[in-house]
């Protein structure tokens, strides 16, 4: 046992000052510490500290021009993790905060999610430090090329696939791929997550939302229940929230509630498809907070943002989809106080360990991330085939396939449970350790390289 306790010494004393990724290798260790302690191989080869270190890790200055004509600079990153399986894929993510430990804790999580797709998916994440919040157009396409000069010679269509997270939707997306076309000569499938008519996939706006609320479906399901009436939270307002939202409209659910990082919104009476149209209007178009739609529906108040988050709503279930950490250990005392009988991770690593431990305890239904939100990369994976192929499927044919991906998902989880005796329902051991036993198994047959 010493030893396998400095395999998990050994991988964050080597990447020191870096919180993020090692909550997400602690909780991957945890799981599968039983799969190791049985099978020498495993550890002998040293297989989950070769999937914790990246294959590669790229950082490099991006110089750009603002409107008035100064400079500004900002950090670029891609982080290659794992090749294993497929090309690296794996989002883009603009924001302030994005520094190497948040991307190498999105990598390492886009590993185990990729493999539970059954695509042919290594994993990826990267981005930048840059805002696109309060930036023109021209400044959003100025930085991209900027990005896209340095990032051009480390990506392919066979060699790594970026796409879009937080900050980087389809404009984002138009902006890079045309310099990647400009300066390689070539149109092929480097990004995914490009608009229809230009090599882009039907149904990739929804997949992770749509995904979301699929897989609690099928979670559902186990314990002879499903969503129709279900009074639901859902957090954030962007892309994947709004297609939950959609989605959980679609199955006949009551969504009561759903925020930004201004606050949040609490609408008894419930969204509709108008409601959902206007907060998409409000986000998508105009770029506002969501206290425009408190005043807009009478029946919706706004809460700045503060001690009080939608959490403290009673709900049947929860769908946090905004970003890591944001739902605590506190929160899952309350919601299970209030009556929850799911949660569902739209967003990566949303809720803290002691609030996954919690939830564990009290048999509330929880999926996590790795399975639950694995919709987003399943349907860009399909985009990838489509541009190989050179054509397009129709929303009907891929509406299947998503389901029938989520539904498989939800299956190799069953079917882990079942191989590895674990207790019934524990979703997050079975994600951890089926993705982490189908990797472990081609970085293994592949050599020590």
């Known amino acids: 046992m010493s030893t396998l306790s400095n395999i998990l010494k050994s991988v ?3 990447n020191p000052n870096e919180a993020e990724f090692h909550q997400a290798v602690e909780e991957v260790f945890e ?12 550890v002998d080869a040293k ?6 270190e990246p294959e590669r890790i790229i950082s490099f200055r991006v110089c750009w021009t603002d409107d008035q004509g100064k400079v500004q600079i900002n950090k670029g990153y891609r982080i290659q993790m794992n090749s294993a399986l497929g090309p690296y894929k794996g989002g883009l993510r603009f924001h302030p905060s994005v520094n190497q430990s948040i991307l190498k804790f999105l990598a390492f999580e886009q590993v185990f999610k990729n493999a539970l797709t059954g695509l042919m998916l290594g994993a990826g994440k990267g981005g ?15 930085f991209c090329q900027a990005w896209m000069m340095e990032a051009y010679r480390h990506i392919g269509h066979f060699t790594d696939v970026p796409a879009g997270d937080i900050g980087v939707g389809e404009r984002e997306i138009g902006y890079l791929f045309g310099t990647f076309k400009k300066i390689q000569n070539e149109f092929q499938g480097v990004l995914t997550g490009k608009g229809k008519d230009w090599g882009g996939s039907f149904l990739r706006p929804e997949a992770t939302g749509y995904g979301l609320i699929h897989f609690a479906h099928f979670m559902l399901t186990e314990i002879d229940e499903n969503l129709n009436d279900k009074v639901c939270l859902v957090s954030g307002a962007g892309n994947v929230s709004q297609f939950a939202i959609e989605k959980l409209l679609h199955e006949g659910a009551k969504v ?7 606050g949040f919104i609490h609408d008894p009476e419930g969204m509709t498809e108008e409601k959902l149209e206007y907060l998409k209007t409000v986000k998508n178009g105009q770029r506002e907070s969501i206290s425009a739609f408190a005043k807009k529906y009478e029946s919706a108040k706004f809460t700045a943002l503060g001690d009080k988050n939608l959490w403290s709503i009673p709900a ?17 005392k309350l ?3 209030n009556g929850l009988i799911l949660l569902a991770e739209g967003a990566n690593m949303p809720c803290t360990p002691k609030a996954i431990n919690y939830l564990q305890k009290t048999k509330v239904l929880y999926g996590p991330g790795k399975a639950s939100n694995a919709g987003g990369v399943a349907v860009s994976g399909l985009e990838m085939t489509q541009n190989r192929m050179g054509r397009y499927w129709t929303k009907s044919d891929l509406e299947k396939q998503l389901r029938t ?9 069953l079917e882990t449970i079942d191989k590895h005796d674990l207790q019934k329902h524990d979703y997050i051991n079975a994600a951890n350790i089926g993705a982490f036993e189908k990797v472990a198994r081609a970085v293994h047959a592949q050599g020590t390289i």
């Open 405 to 413: 991906i989520m539904k498989d998902i939800h299956k190799y989880c």
């Open 47 to 52: 297989l989950f500290e070769r999937i914790c």
């Open 31 to 42: 799981s599968i510490l039983p799969v190791l302690t049985a099978n020498n191989l495993y």
């Open 12 to 14: 964050i004393d080597k």
């Open 335 to 337: 919601l299970k106080q």
């Open 128 to 142: 930048s430090d840059f805002n696109p919040k309060g930036k023109s157009d021209g400044e959003v396409m100025r």
């Open 256 to 262: 009561v509630a759903f925020s930004d990082s201004t």
């Open 316 to 332: 049947d279930c929860a769908f946090p989809c905004a970003t890591q950490n944001e739902l605590d250990e506190s929160d899952a």
